[in-house]
């Protein structure tokens, strides 16, 4: 299974950004996918998820009402449509696929492939 992160960029605080997700799985709708990212210094976190028909999300409370996740399961794809972006915001952003079926979503370690990651920073 591999993850392909894009769409980072160095944008000002107050734009928008979208991240993609490519998954090479044929099995890729059965799965969870979530969005998390690691600041410089910081342990990585969880920032969204979506289920695997779409049908509900989960956001961190950081970003509840500026980030937007979704998923088109006839590509492969998972977006992370990220608006009102705050400097706070600078990280590493991974998309990965969650291993564990639980009603958790926000350990790192209920996931257990991983992209690569795709640098977002946020200038003030």
């Known amino acids: 299974v591999q993850l392909q992160a894009s769409g980072g960029g160095l944008v000002q605080a107050g734009d928008s950004l979208r991240l993609s997700c490519a998954a090479s799985?044929?099995?890729?709708?059965?799965?969870?996918m979530g969005w998390f990212r690691q600041a410089p210094g910081k342990e990585r976190e969880f920032v969204s998820a979506?289920?695997?028909?779409?049908?509900?999300?989960y956001y961190a409370d950081s970003v509840k009402g500026r980030f937007s996740i979704s998923r088109d399961n006839t590509k492969n794809m998972v977006y992370l449509q990220m608006n009102s972006l705050k400097p706070e915001d600078t990280a590493v952003y991974y998309c990965?696929?969650?291993?564990?079926?639980?009603?958790?979503?926000?350990?790192?370690?209920?996931?257990?492939?991983w992209g690569q990651g795709t640098l977002v920073t946020v200038s003030s």
């Open positions: 990965a696929r969650k291993r564990v079926a639980s009603n958790s979503y926000v350990s790192a370690g209920l996931y257990d492939y």
């Open positions: 799985e044929r099995t890729f709708s059965a799965y969870v």
């Open positions: 979506i289920t695997w028909r779409g049908a509900n999300t």
